[in-house]
């Protein structure tokens, strides 16, 4: 059974950094999408940060304008981790922050898209 279990999650001053990290387990995921969503209360949830491989690039990253900047997404294929670095944090950034994943190689920002998901785990920014 795919596991994906976030931690990293907290409280932190505007301008403040958090490091989020995914953990998986009962899949390698060495391919496919790996990605980060967030869900702000009363909000859909959105695309933040994806990395996945392709057979022509080792690492490729996207970022949603929003973040991009200040955020970095980071993979492990032999820790099985995906981590996101997240600087100058705003108070537009709180929210719950979940790992996916996807089995496909092709990119998408759609959370319809992937497969698997993490429990989430609770961003808190205070101006």
């Known amino acids: 059974q795919v596991q994906l279990v976030e931690s990293g999650g907290g409280l932190v001053q505007a301008g403040g950094s958090l490091r989020l990290s995914c953990a998986s387990s009962?899949?390698?995921?060495?391919?496919?999408?790996r990605a980060w969503f967030r869900q702000a209360l009363g909000k859909e949830r959105e695309f933040v940060a994806a990395?996945?491989?392709?057979?022509?690039?080792?690492?490729?990253?996207y970022y949603a304008d929003s973040v991009k900047g200040r955020f970095t997404i980071s993979r492990d294929n032999v820790k099985n981790t995906v981590n996101l670095q997240m600087n100058a944090l705003k108070p537009e950034d709180t929210a719950i922050y979940y790992c996916?994943?996807?089995?496909?190689?092709?990119?998408?920002?759609?959370?319809?898209?992937?497969?698997?998901w993490g429990q989430g785990t609770q961003v808190t920014v205070s101006s």
């Open positions: 009962g899949h390698t995921f060495s391919t496919g999408v």
């Open positions: 990395t996945w491989s392709t057979t022509w690039s080792a690492s490729n990253v």
């Open positions: 996916a994943a996807r089995q496909l190689l092709s990119f998408s920002n759609r959370p319809s898209s992937y497969d698997y």
